[in-house]
């Protein structure tokens, strides 16, 4: 069963999702450098503005954020993301990632449209592909009638939503349908957008690992439709050929 067509998700009423935002504004916000969050801003090419607050300090100060909470169910992360998302400061989207991606597994296949409003909303790579690869991987991975959504994904105008198709199976190893992730690289092969054409090579790369004389065959087959950047990520790991023996 598909789950695309549904419409905007509503923020449903959470009192951990209540407990964990005031706790996370006040802390994050405590700890802001401006002028650190302008040079963060300018690196992301000014999708969103920033507190200015490193990796390792915010993961630090969001677990004084979590410690002694209850677990979440499907409610409270969906009502956690929506709310972060709303909020301007892209640390704030960045806690709601790595919040989603520590407890997706106790969400259903309908959280999947949740998913998609996080992508398509406040679009860019640096949360983009840890939620398609962590959050709706493992959404597809535990229900495999998702695949249906990923097969309207990979044709959705939005960039971002289709790059989502390409790198949701990034994680899967010898679990990847191939098949589909051949089939979702040529779809896209002619995509005038750079980060789509970077999630093409990215994709087939990661699978190269797994299985390196698969990505070596399907380009040797079809190389001629595909953008050198494509091509070149993909074998950057395993060149064209195998090497020689001496």
């Not at 065959?217 to 190389?223: D, N, P, Q, V, Y």
Request: charged share 25%.
């Amino acid at each position: 069963m598909s789950v695309t067509g549904a419409g905007p998700a509503a923020v449903p009423p959470s009192v951990l999702a209540d407990t964990l935002l005031e706790r996370l504004t006040d802390v994050y916000a405590a700890a802001a450098d401006p002028e650190r969050a302008v040079a963060m801003r300018a690196y992301m090419k000014d999708v969103a503005p920033f507190l200015g607050l490193t990796t390792p300090e915010r993961r630090a100060l969001s677990r004084t954020v979590v410690k002694g909470t209850p677990r979440p169910d499907e409610t409270d992360l969906t009502a956690l993301a929506l709310r972060c998302w709303r909020l301007p400061e892209r640390e704030y989207h960045y806690f709601a990632v790595d919040y989603l991606r520590r407890h997706v597994g106790r969400c259903s296949s309908g959280f999947l449209p949740v998913t998609r409003q996080l992508i398509a909303t406040v679009s860019w790579w640096d949360t983009v592909d840890l939620l398609a690869a962590h959050v709706v991987g493992t959404l597809v991975a535990a229900d495999p009638a998702l695949t249906a959504d990923m097969d309207a994904w990979i044709v959705d105008d939005d960039l971002w939503i289709a790059r989502a198709a390409l790198l949701h199976q990034l994680r899967r190893k010898e679990h990847t349908d191939t098949e589909r992730l051949f089939s979702y690289c040529l779809r896209q092969s002619g995509h005038p957008d750079f980060f789509v054409r970077k999630a093409i090579g990215w994709a087939l790369r990661e699978y190269a690992k797994t299985d390196p004389e698969a990505v070596r065959g399907f380009l040797a087959r079809e190389r001629g439709r595909f953008a050198p950047l494509s091509v070149r990520e993909a074998l950057k790991n395993i060149g064209a050929r195998p090497p020689r023996r001496t």
